[in-house]
């Protein structure tokens, strides 16, 4: 049965009507269809492309990812203006990376502290042997400053600037070699010097 909000106003309803119509909603978005029994061929191709999903959802789970992590893939998210979370970001780039045959490498614990004068310092973990750029910017639509690095033994550790004092930075890491095969999101960071 269908959940309906005003009825006599049709503002809103949710479920199923006599397997006939589906209401739904998502994000804001609001749809009917048709109600229809899904198909489930398991052909080879669907039983790789779940292989794959799994592969990227549980290594969302199990990465290591901060709560800083996950606030800053929502603001990537918020940043590319769809509809979407930080998690369907992550999990399309991870998937676009497994389909290509690519390693991805998860990047994490991302911290930012100033540094002596006006620079600071990015730490993360998850790399292996890559070479990596940030990219910064006081735009989280528009960082053209870059600074290259390379990690060692699996971490990084790269100063970055110059840095106006109480200005607020947006900030990512993104491999330089490989374009699908490791980022972040967008960090949020107001550069107070010591």
Do not use: C
């Not at 998210?77 to 991870?94: P, T, V």
């Amino acid at each position: 049965m269908a959940k309906v909000k005003g009825p006599l106003f049709s503002l809103d309803a949710r479920g199923q009507i006599a397997k006939t119509l589906v209401y739904m909603g998502w994000k804001g978005k609001k749809d009917v269809r048709e109600y229809v029994i899904p198909a489930n061929p398991k052909t080879e191709l669907q039983k790789k492309q779940r292989a794959y999903f799994k592969t990227a959802v549980g290594e969302w789970h199990t990465s290591g990812f901060t709560a800083d992590d996950v606030k800053a893939w929502n603001l990537l998210a918020l940043a590319l203006k769809e509809a979407l979370s930080g998690f369907n970001i992550y999990l399309r780039l991870k998937l676009d990376a497994l389909i290509d045959l690519v390693d991805w490498t998860p990047i994490y614990g991302v911290s930012i502290a100033a540094t002596d004068g006006d620079t600071a310092t990015l730490t993360a973990t998850g790399f292996e042997t890559l070479s990596y750029m940030t990219y910064y910017g006081t735009s989280k639509t528009a960082m053209f400053n870059t600074t290259q690095g390379d990690a060692i033994a699996g971490d990084i550790s790269m100063t970055f600037g110059p840095l106006v004092d109480g200005v607020k930075y947006y900030v990512y890491v993104k491999d330089v070699f490989h374009l699908k095969s490791a980022r972040t999101g967008i960090y949020e960071y107001t550069f107070e010097a010591p």
